[in-house]
C-alpha cells in the first residue's frame, strides 16, 4: 500500500511559491514518503476526523471552512491539510510564513483565481507556522479569506488565541491536534517497515522489540522523529548473512542521540510547564513537582526564571503560614545565580520540595487582592492626622501626629487605635488560616483586636 500523498507539488507539478517540482520519489525522506492520502491511511487525530466528526462530514461533503490546526511537531498538521486536499480534490499550494511574504500571497491568489476560472477547480492555500507572520501579513491575508478566493489552512504549534490576529481567528475554525499516542507511532513505524514501494521493506528492516519499545518512547508522539530516526538506523546497518538489516536498542540511541524534548522557552509548552509546577507545589506532591521542574531545566529553561516564580510562590501559596519560605527561595535564587547550570538544579529541587512539603495559605494573596480592590474602587482618603509624622513646628499646629499612640509605652507593646481612613476604619483584609505559623498569629491578632477578628469584612 502507497502511503505517499499523491496531492503533495512533488508528484502534482504545482509550481507555487514553496512548492517541490522535480524531485523523485525516492530521494524525499522517508517521512515525505510515507505522507497518508486519505483518511484511511491517516493515524491520529481521531476526536476531530474520526467517523462522524463534524470536520470529517464537511470535508467529505466538500464544504470545507478556513481552518487553523493548532498542535505540536509530528502530530499531523501538514499532512491533514494534505489529506483535504486530496480529499476534496482541490489543487494544494503550501507556503512558509518563514520565509513567504504579501507578494508570495498575491501570486498564489491570481494563479487560484486563473485556475478556478478555467478549470473550477478550487486552491487550498496552506500556511505553515502562521504564527511567524506579523499583524500586517495576516491582515493581508483576510480579503481573499472573505472573498473566497482561497480556502485557508493555517498551522501552527503556538496558541492561536496569543499568536493569530482576532479577524483572522473569527473567519476561521480552530481544531487542536493532540500529540500522537504510543499506539499511534507503533502503527506508523511499523506501516513503514512494511511498505514496499516507498517504505523500508525493500531493505528488509528488522527492528528488535526492545529498539521498537524505545524508538516510541524517544519519538515523544512526534511521527516525523520516529521516521527519521528508523530511516537513519536502517541506512547506517550493513545487511547480515540472511540479508537482512538488523536494527537494535544501539543503532536507535545513536540514530537519537539526545532525545528531542518539546519545549519552547517563549511558547505554550513553557507557560503549561510552569503552570504545572505551580499547582502541583500547591497540591503538595513534591514527586510532581520535582518531575515538572526537571522537565523545564532539561529542555534547557533559563533556570533563574524558575527561581523567580518560586519566590512568588513563597509568597503567594505559602505566604505566612511559613515565612521561613520566602528566605529559602531568596537564598536559592542566590545560589542559583552563583553556581549556574547543571550544577544548580538540586537548588531548585531543595527550594522546590520544601514549598510543596510546606503548610499552604494564600491568605496574603488575597488580602492584598482585597487592598487593591479598595484602593481602586474607594475614594483615596487622605492619611489620618494621628498616623502623620510632624517633623516641623507647622505641621504639629495642624495636628500631624496629635493623639498618636506609642506602642512600646503600653502593656505587651500593644494599644488600639484607628489606623485607616474614617469611610473604611472597620475594613478586614488579612484572613489567616488555621495552617502553619498562622495558627500563632490568628493567637496574637484575636489577644491584641479581640472582637476585630470576627468580622469577616
Given at each position: 500500500m502507497t502511503l505517499f500523498d499523491l496531492g503533495s507539488p512533488e508528484l502534482q507539478g504545482d509550481k507555487g511559491p514553496g512548492a517541490g517540482s522535480e524531485k523523485s520519489i525516492s530521494s524525499l525522506p522517508l517521512a515525505a514518503r510515507m505522507r497518508p492520502r486519505n483518511f484511511n491511511e491517516y493515524v491520529g487525530q481521531r476526536h476531530i476526523i474520526g467517523e462522524g466528526k463534524v470536520l470529517r462530514k464537511a470535508i467529505e461533503s466538500d464544504q470545507i471552512p478556513s481552518l487553523i490546526l493548532w498542535g505540536p511537531p509530528g502530530s499531523g498538521k501538514t499532512t491533514l491539510a494534505r489529506v483535504i486536499a486530496n480529499v476534496s480534490k482541490s489543487y494544494f499550494v503550501p507556503l512558509s510564513a518563514v520565509t513567504a511574504g504579501v507578494a508570495d500571497l498575491r501570486r498564489v491568489v491570481d494563479e487560484a483565481l486563473r485556475r478556478r476560472k478555467t478549470t473550477g477547480q478550487r486552491t487550498i492555500l496552506f500556511i505553515d507556522e502562521i504564527h511567524r507572520f506579523n499583524k500586517g501579513q495576516q491582515d493581508a491575508i483576510l480579503p481573499y479569506v472573505e472573498n473566497g478566493d482561497v480556502t485557508f489552512i493555517g498551522a501552527t504549534t503556538e496558541n492561536p488565541s496569543f499568536e493569530v490576529i482576532s479577524a483572522l481567528l473569527s473567519r476561521s475554525r480552530v481544531f487542536m491536534l493532540e500529540a500522537l499516542s504510543d499506539e499511534d507511532i507503533k502503527?506508523?513505524?511499523?506501516?513503514?517497515?512494511?511498505?514496499?514501494?516507498?517504505?523500508?521493506?525493500?531493505?528488509?528492516?528488522?527492528?528488535?522489540?526492545?529498539?521498537?519499545?524505545?524508538?516510541?518512547?524517544?519519538?515523544?508522539?512526534?511521527?516525523?522523529?520516529?521516521l527519521n530516526a528508523l530511516e537513519m538506523s536502517a541506512q547506517a546497518v550493513s545487511p547480515a548473512d540472511d540479508s537482512a538489516r538488523h536494527i537494535s536498542v544501539s543503532e536507535i540511541e545513536e540514530s537519537m542521540q539526545k532525545r528531542a524534548l518539546l519545549y519552547d522557552k517563549s511558547g505554550d509548552q513553557h507557560y503549561d510547564a510552569?503552570?504545572?509546577?505551580?499547582?502541583?507545589?500547591?497540591?503538595?506532591?513534591?514527586?510532581?513537582?520535582?518531575?515538572?521542574?526537571?522537565?523545564?531545566?532539561?529542555?534547557?529553561?533559563?533556570?533563574?526564571?524558575?527561581?523567580?516564580?518560586?519566590?512568588?510562590?513563597?509568597?503567594?501559596?505559602?505566604?505566612?503560614?511559613d515565612p521561613q519560605a520566602l528566605v529559602v527561595c531568596v537564598a536559592a535564587q542566590r545560589a542559583v545565580h552563583f553556581v549556574g547550570m547543571p550544577e544548580c538544579n538540586v537548588i531548585l529541587a531543595q527550594a522546590v520540595v520544601y514549598l510543596a512539603t510546606a503548610p499552604k495559605s494564600n491568605s496574603l494573596y488575597t488580602a492584598y487582592t482585597r487592598v487593591k480592590g479598595d484602593v481602586e474602587a474607594t475614594r483615596n482618603d487622605p492619611v489620618p492626622l494621628h498616623l502623620r509624622n510632624a517633623p516641623t513646628k507647622l505641621m504639629k499646629n495642624m495636628g500631624y501626629g496629635k493623639?498618636?499612640?506609642?506602642?512600646?509605652?503600653?502593656?505587651?507593646?500593644?494599644?488600639?487605635?484607628?489606623?485607616?481612613?474614617?469611610?473604611i476604619r472597620d475594613k478586614r483584609y488579612y484572613f489567616p488560616s488555621d495552617q502553619g505559623f498562622e495558627k500563632t498569629i490568628v493567637a496574637r491578632l484575636r489577644a491584641w483586636w479581640g472582637a476585630r477578628m470576627d468580622r469577616k469584612e
Amino acid at each position: 500500500m502507497t502511503l505517499f500523498d499523491l496531492g503533495s507539488p512533488e508528484l502534482q507539478g504545482d509550481k507555487g511559491p514553496g512548492a517541490g517540482s522535480e524531485k523523485s520519489i525516492s530521494s524525499l525522506p522517508l517521512a515525505a514518503r510515507m505522507r497518508p492520502r486519505n483518511f484511511n491511511e491517516y493515524v491520529g487525530q481521531r476526536h476531530i476526523i474520526g467517523e462522524g466528526k463534524v470536520l470529517r462530514k464537511a470535508i467529505e461533503s466538500d464544504q470545507i471552512p478556513s481552518l487553523i490546526l493548532w498542535g505540536p511537531p509530528g502530530s499531523g498538521k501538514t499532512t491533514l491539510a494534505r489529506v483535504i486536499a486530496n480529499v476534496s480534490k482541490s489543487y494544494f499550494v503550501p507556503l512558509s510564513a518563514v520565509t513567504a511574504g504579501v507578494a508570495d500571497l498575491r501570486r498564489v491568489v491570481d494563479e487560484a483565481l486563473r485556475r478556478r476560472k478555467t478549470t473550477g477547480q478550487r486552491t487550498i492555500l496552506f500556511i505553515d507556522e502562521i504564527h511567524r507572520f506579523n499583524k500586517g501579513q495576516q491582515d493581508a491575508i483576510l480579503p481573499y479569506v472573505e472573498n473566497g478566493d482561497v480556502t485557508f489552512i493555517g498551522a501552527t504549534t503556538e496558541n492561536p488565541s496569543f499568536e493569530v490576529i482576532s479577524a483572522l481567528l473569527s473567519r476561521s475554525r480552530v481544531f487542536m491536534l493532540e500529540a500522537l499516542s504510543d499506539e499511534d507511532i507503533k502503527t506508523i513505524i511499523l506501516r513503514a517497515l512494511r511498505d514496499r514501494e516507498v517504505g523500508l521493506a525493500g531493505l528488509n528492516v528488522h527492528l528488535s522489540d526492545e529498539a521498537l519499545e524505545l524508538l516510541i518512547t524517544l519519538a515523544n508522539g512526534d511521527a516525523r522523529v520516529a521516521l527519521n530516526a528508523l530511516e537513519m538506523s536502517a541506512q547506517a546497518v550493513s545487511p547480515a548473512d540472511d540479508s537482512a538489516r538488523h536494527i537494535s536498542v544501539s543503532e536507535i540511541e545513536e540514530s537519537m542521540q539526545k532525545r528531542a524534548l518539546l519545549y519552547d522557552k517563549s511558547g505554550d509548552q513553557h507557560y503549561d510547564a510552569i503552570s504545572a509546577l505551580h499547582k502541583t507545589m500547591r497540591g503538595s506532591d513534591p514527586d510532581a513537582a520535582l518531575y515538572w521542574l526537571g522537565r523545564m531545566l532539561e529542555a534547557g529553561e533559563d533556570p533563574l526564571y524558575i527561581a523567580r516564580r518560586l519566590i512568588r510562590f513563597a509568597s503567594e501559596d505559602v505566604g505566612m503560614a511559613d515565612p521561613q519560605a520566602l528566605v529559602v527561595c531568596v537564598a536559592a535564587q542566590r545560589a542559583v545565580h552563583f553556581v549556574g547550570m547543571p550544577e544548580c538544579n538540586v537548588i531548585l529541587a531543595q527550594a522546590v520540595v520544601y514549598l510543596a512539603t510546606a503548610p499552604k495559605s494564600n491568605s496574603l494573596y488575597t488580602a492584598y487582592t482585597r487592598v487593591k480592590g479598595d484602593v481602586e474602587a474607594t475614594r483615596n482618603d487622605p492619611v489620618p492626622l494621628h498616623l502623620r509624622n510632624a517633623p516641623t513646628k507647622l505641621m504639629k499646629n495642624m495636628g500631624y501626629g496629635k493623639g498618636y499612640k506609642y506602642a512600646h509605652d503600653y502593656e505587651g507593646h500593644f494599644v488600639e487605635q484607628q489606623n485607616l481612613p474614617d469611610s473604611i476604619r472597620d475594613k478586614r483584609y488579612y484572613f489567616p488560616s488555621d495552617q502553619g505559623f498562622e495558627k500563632t498569629i490568628v493567637a496574637r491578632l484575636r489577644a491584641w483586636w479581640g472582637a476585630r477578628m470576627d468580622r469577616k469584612e
